[in-house]
């Protein structure tokens, strides 16, 4: 059996914590014992103590201390750890430093862009010469999709050391609750969008769509989902066009899923998505999404096939997708059943975990020869 450190430093619970949690959660039928190393009392620490006991906590401190590094390098000899497995540029710093002085491989998971996820130029500058310089004592820089990819060749990293391994949705999480809420009213077409509620995620252009068909006498409602700094913002656009019968702000909700299956279509007006999650989730239950053609999403979307896409920050072209499926209630359902077939065979659980241990096999494998 090989041994494999899991470092997970982040503070926050989110997409890049869903993925190392599903790794732990599928080492439990394969032939990889997984070791996390994660900051004690984070959201990753308490879901994942569900699942193993292997688990390698560090103190919440407000700044990364040396006993991280003492701690990780500690464990690393004890367990023989075969590969070292990082998600994240912070955890890539002190995992990569461990294997290199310990002789042992590290691969990095890049779950984002520099450019998008860090605030400030310096700041971007300096993780952007950081990610750079740890992809030299890395084994390989693994993408969570093509554009990622490409974004990081752009940069200079060599492309033999990139390769491509799509995150997915685990099953329990495609359940819908036994209870069914009821979001729409009773003979419109129902839309619905999920997400943080920031203007990066374009909800303003959706917003401006629905305004749009609503002046073309479509009946149609949209609920958005989610919470942030652009909610005042929209709930005013709401009520200065008299849409408070259209459109509804239900802020954060434990499980979307029954708003995703009661809804006609989903749509997801980003400005940009490295992949886009959220629609993976959408495509996974068999739902028809409108999304805009940006970043990873084209990878997810085929236009006219399993959604269609549309070009951001313009809503009369959005509105136009929208009216045409509004319109052919067959296209829709030809959609959906494409959707789902899609998921299955390009981004279900079981794919992803196969790429990941076959990585591994490589890794370990060229390293005993």
Not at 80 to 90: A, L, P, Q, V
Request: proline share 2%; charged share 20%.
């Amino acid at each position: 059996m090989n041994n494999v450190m899991l470092v997970n430093l982040g503070r926050q619970y989110g997409g890049t914590e869903k993925v190392t949690e599903d790794l732990l959660l599928n080492g439990n039928i394969s032939r990889i014992q997984f070791y996390l190393v994660c900051i004690n009392g984070t959201g990753l620490y308490i879901k994942s103590s569900s699942i193993t006991n292997k688990i390698i906590s560090l103190p919440h401190a407000k700044i990364f201390t040396p006993i991280y590094v003492l701690k990780m390098a500690y464990f690393a000899k004890m367990y023989k750890i075969d590969i070292i497995h990082c998600h994240g540029i912070t955890s890539s710093f002190f995992g990569t430093f461990i294997g290199t002085i310990l002789n042992i491989p590290v691969i990095t998971t890049v779950h984002g862009i520099v450019d998008i996820e860090r605030d400030g130029y310096i700041k971007r500058k300096v993780f952007k010469v950081i990610e750079n310089l740890l992809s030299n004592f890395n084994k390989r820089y693994i993408c969570v999709s093509k554009f990622v990819k490409q974004n990081l060749i752009n940069r200079g990293i060599i492309e033999s050391k990139l390769v491509v391994i799509y995150n997915s949705i685990r099953d329990k999480e495609l359940k819908c609750d036994i209870i069914k809420n009821t979001y729409f009213k009773e003979g419109y077409f129902k839309i619905c969008s999920i997400g943080r509620l920031e203007d990066i995620k374009g909800h303003k252009y959706l917003l401006k769509a629905v305004n749009y068909l609503i002046k073309k006498n479509c009946k149609v409602q949209c609920i958005l989902a989610g919470e942030g700094s652009c909610y005042d913002k929209l709930k005013e656009y709401i009520y200065d066009n008299s849409l408070q019968d259209y459109i509804s702000l239900i802020g954060h909700i434990n499980n979307p899923n029954n708003l995703i299956i009661e809804s006609d279509i989903v749509v997801m007006p980003s400005l940009m998505e490295t992949f886009g999650i959220a629609i993976l989730e959408t495509i996974a239950l068999g739902k028809c999404v409108i999304s805009t053609n940006v970043g990873g999403v084209p990878e997810i979307i085929k236009n006219g096939e399993n959604g269609i896409l549309v070009e951001p920050c313009n809503e009369i072209s959005l509105a136009e997708a929208i009216l045409k499926c509004y319109n052919d209630k067959l296209l829709i359902k030809n959609m959906e059943l494409n959707a789902k077939s899609s998921y299955d065979h390009n981004f279900s659980n079981l794919v992803m975990y196969e790429e990941y241990i076959n990585l591994y096999d490589e890794i370990i494998n060229s390293e005993r020869l």
